[in-house]
């Protein structure tokens, strides 16, 4: 069996010696020729309600498939372990195909263990899709239900906190509701939901999977009927990805599991710096101890990656930390090859109600590939920087201490 380090080389690159070529190609084609009417039509019929592509029929139009985004979708599946995937424009647009095709199944209500991304938390209370939702807690899971609940949606680790949720205990809370895992934070190097139970994979590829911040698209990774379902609404709501994208975030994929590690190397470094700062009332990183108290790294996860997320004793002293780093930009995103730093409560989070919103104190970072000092050397000035009179000395912090 081939190392995930192969199959990310290799994965969705099948023929490319038939064709004649070396690197993929791209197929920018918006539409395709037609051999009949007769048959355009039963291609169209076909790949409109859910088909995949038949080898030998007319692709017809870029809405319903394409060479390109195939290959991407074929890669992403290799690497979760799933039969299959779906690509979409966005990760929003991939989670909003999700919940479109629970509502048209008749099962509306969907119960959500919070934190989540500010997006997906907004998206799902809104009820703008005509989904009804409960938020809960993953010992809450199976006292949510309701004859009518169609998913039951999970953040494993969670934005921006880091929490770990043991994936199989929540699929067996679910009681056969399929269980959609959003895997954006770890990636497939570092998780693979399905092989616990989760019915769906879904990955905001904009992040980890294209890794270079040139590059938006979403995935979900699932079974037959699911993907299905999901090409069905994404062929009648024209969220689907592009060739160009979808070409970047194969490119991407090559390469993700040295990033992955390499980030993750880096950032354990950066945590065990600001675990030592005195003006860091708390660090949250899966990989320090008290983070991770059900033990999932080394089971569920096999390292805890190049997220973390750390609290200061004001939202004021939290807000003017990543004015006053360097190298280290100012932006939302995450899972790229440069160190970003943001503020979720005002930002990626700003919409979420008051009860679930991260603390104003909080602040994210997600750790790229420059050398680990740099980042240790820019973030201890920079709080020093920006003090708060009223902050309490090392002794008192809550800190979770590396394994």
């Given at each position: 069996?081939?190392?995930?380090?192969?199959?990310?080389?290799?994965?969705?690159?099948?023929?490319?010696?038939?064709?004649?070529?070396?690197?993929?190609?791209?197929?920018?084609?918006?539409?395709?020729?037609?051999?009949?009417?007769?048959?355009?039509?039963?291609?169209?019929?076909?790949?409109?309600?859910?088909?995949?592509?038949?080898?030998?029929?007319?692709?017809?139009?870029?809405?319903?498939?394409?060479?390109?985004?195939?290959?991407?979708?074929?890669?992403?599946?290799?690497?979760?372990?799933?039969?299959?995937?779906?690509?979409?424009?966005?990760?929003?647009?991939?989670?909003?195909?999700?919940?479109?095709?629970?509502?048209?199944?008749?099962?509306?209500?969907?119960?959500?263990?919070?934190?989540?991304?500010?997006?997906?938390?907004?998206?799902?209370?809104?009820?703008?899709?005509?989904?009804?939702?409960?938020?809960?807690?993953?010992?809450?899971?199976?006292?949510?239900?309701?004859?009518?609940?169609?998913?039951?949606?999970?953040?494993?680790?969670?934005?921006?906190?880091?929490?770990?949720?043991?994936?199989?205990?929540?699929?067996?809370a679910a009681d056969g509701v399929p269980l959609l895992v959003d895997n954006t934070f770890a990636s497939p190097v570092l998780q693979q939901p399905?092989?616990?139970?989760?019915?769906?994979?879904?990955?905001?590829?904009?992040?980890?999977?294209?890794?270079?911040?040139?590059?938006?698209?979403?995935?979900?990774?699932?079974?037959?009927?699911?993907?299905?379902?999901?090409?069905?609404?994404?062929?009648?709501?024209?969220?689907?990805?592009?060739?160009?994208?979808?070409?970047?975030?194969?490119?991407?994929?090559?390469?993700?599991?040295?990033?992955?590690?390499?980030?993750?190397?880096?950032?354990?470094?950066?945590?065990?710096?600001?675990?030592?700062?005195?003006?860091?009332?708390?660090?949250?990183?899966?990989?320090?101890?008290?983070?991770?108290?059900?033990?999932?790294?080394?089971?569920?996860?096999?390292?805890?990656?190049?997220?973390?997320?750390?609290?200061?004793?004001?939202?004021?002293?939290?807000?003017?930390?990543?004015?006053?780093?360097?190298?280290?930009?100012?932006?939302?995103?995450?899972?790229?090859?440069?160190?970003?730093?943001?503020?979720?409560?005002?930002?990626?989070?700003?919409?979420?109600?008051?009860?679930?919103?991260?603390?104003?104190?909080?602040?994210?970072?997600?750790?790229?590939?420059?050398?680990?000092?740099?980042?240790?050397?820019?973030?201890?000035?920079?709080?020093?920087?920006?003090?708060?009179?009223?902050?309490?000395?090392?002794?008192?912090?809550?800190?979770?201490?590396?394994?």
């Amino acid at each position: 069996m081939l190392s995930q380090d192969s199959l990310a080389v290799h994965a969705g690159r099948n023929g490319l010696t038939e064709l004649g070529v070396h690197a993929v190609p791209i197929d920018l084609s918006t539409t395709a020729p037609l051999p009949s009417v007769h048959d355009g039509g039963l291609a169209y019929e076909h790949m409109a309600t859910g088909g995949s592509h038949v080898e030998g029929q007319s692709t017809v139009y870029q809405r319903l498939w394409n060479p390109t985004v195939a290959r991407f979708e074929e890669g992403v599946a290799v690497l979760e372990g799933t039969p299959e995937s779906v690509a979409f424009a966005t990760g929003m647009a991939a989670l909003s195909a999700v919940l479109l095709a629970v509502v048209a199944a008749g099962k509306k209500h969907v119960v959500a263990v919070r934190p989540l991304y500010g997006g997906s938390d907004y998206l799902l209370a809104s009820g703008v899709l005509g989904n009804e939702v409960t938020f809960t807690t993953p010992e809450g899971v199976r006292a949510a239900l309701r004859p009518d609940t169609g998913l039951v949606i999970l953040e494993t680790p969670a934005n921006p906190t880091l929490e770990l949720v043991d994936i199989a205990a929540v699929a067996a809370a679910a009681d056969g509701v399929p269980l959609l895992v959003d895997n954006t934070f770890a990636s497939p190097v570092l998780q693979q939901p399905f092989t616990h139970g989760a019915a769906m994979v879904l990955h905001s590829a904009t992040k980890f999977l294209g890794g270079h911040g040139d590059a938006m698209g979403g995935v979900v990774a699932a079974g037959p009927e699911w993907a299905v379902r999901l090409r069905q609404i994404r062929a009648v709501t024209g969220g689907i990805l592009t060739p160009w994208p979808a070409y970047l975030l194969h490119r991407g994929l090559a390469t993700l599991p040295v990033r992955v590690r390499a980030q993750q190397a880096s950032a354990e470094k950066v945590a065990v710096a600001l675990t030592g700062h005195g003006l860091v009332q708390r660090v949250y990183y899966p990989g320090l101890a008290e983070c991770d108290p059900q033990g999932l790294i080394g089971t569920q996860m096999s390292g805890p990656g190049s997220l973390m997320a750390f609290e200061l004793a004001s939202a004021e002293h939290a807000e003017r930390i990543p004015a006053a780093v360097g190298m280290i930009t100012h932006a939302v995103s995450l899972g790229g090859i440069d160190t970003l730093i943001q503020h979720p409560a005002g930002l990626t989070h700003r919409p979420v109600e008051a009860s679930a919103k991260p603390h104003a104190s909080l602040l994210r970072i997600s750790v790229g590939l420059e050398d680990p000092a740099r980042h240790r050397d820019e973030l201890g000035p920079a709080q020093d920087r920006a003090p708060d009179p009223d902050l309490p000395g090392p002794q008192d912090a809550a800190q979770c201490h590396l394994r």
